[in-house]
């Protein structure tokens, strides 16, 4: 079974802190996501991924970074975290080219707030 | 303005009883999937569909992909209490995997 993991299922920090959130895969996937998902709002996409050191904007990426220095390791970073940053936060990885047909493998999320 | 658009937003239905969930877009999309998401986890994918009329079971679920590939349905037939959920769909216009995603039917099943 593919396999998303998050590193932090629930974390709380203080407005101006850096934050750091970790995502790995299991199955060698080329493209990897991350959305946020807001009652009302959806899930949105902030950045992705489609190789290692590659890294595109999505339709939020205001106030977030990523790092993919690794193929299976997608990182988000908010340098300097904002109470508008408060959400869920959803990792997800899938396969590219003839092998991807557009379904998303998601991690179990992670739940920040900021204070 | 929202790319998918879903409906109904919220269901509250007796155990037993049928539904159908819709999902509608004025673009073409290469695939679409639908997903079920539970409180406080990440959404789990349950279906893709790519060719247009395809009709896919999985279970008590149906799904139907429309013709011309812009909208597509999810029925269930005597829905039982563990299909409380946030039923999500997502549309690759690409097949690059960068989804636009509805947001979302939610789902309550009472005993």
């Known amino acids: 079974d593919v396999k998303v993991t998050q590193s932090s299922r629930y974390l709380v920090k203080r407005t101006g802190e850096k934050v750091f959130l970790e995502c790995v895969q299991d199955?060698?996937?080329?493209?990897m996501f991350w959305y946020r998902q807001d009652p009302g709002l959806g899930l949105r996409l902030i950045y992705f991924s489609y190789d290692v050191k590659m890294k595109e904007k999505g339709d939020i990426p205001e106030g977030y970074s990523v790092s993919r220095e690794k193929k299976e390791r997608f990182s988000l970073i908010l340098e300097s975290a904002s109470t508008n940053q408060t959400s869920m936060y959803l990792c997800?990885?899938?396969?590219?080219?003839?092998?991807?047909?557009?379904?998303?493998?998601f991690g179990e999320g992670s739940r920040l707030t900021v204070l | 303005t929202q790319l998918l658009e879903q409906s109904p937003q919220f269901l509250s239905i007796q155990e037993g009883e049928n539904l159908t969930v819709y999902c509608n877009s004025s673009?073409?999309?290469?695939?679409l999937q639908w997903y079920r998401q539970e409180p406080g986890e990440g959404p789990v994918l349950l279906v893709t569909v790519v060719t247009g009329g395809e009709v896919k079971k999985l279970k008590r679920l149906t799904f139907q992909f429309g013709d011309a590939r812009k909208d597509s349905s999810l029925h269930i037939t005597a829905a039982q209490p563990g299909d409380t959920g946030l039923y999500l769909c997502?549309?690759?216009?690409?097949?690059?995997?960068?989804?636009?995603f509805g947001d979302g039917t939610t789902l309550t099943v009472k005993p």
């Open positions: 997800a990885s899938s396969p590219a080219g003839l092998a991807g047909t557009g379904e998303l493998f």
């Open positions: 199955m060698d996937h080329e493209n």
């Open positions: 997502a549309g690759d216009r690409t097949n690059a995997g960068k989804s636009t």
């Open positions: 673009s073409v999309f290469s695939s």
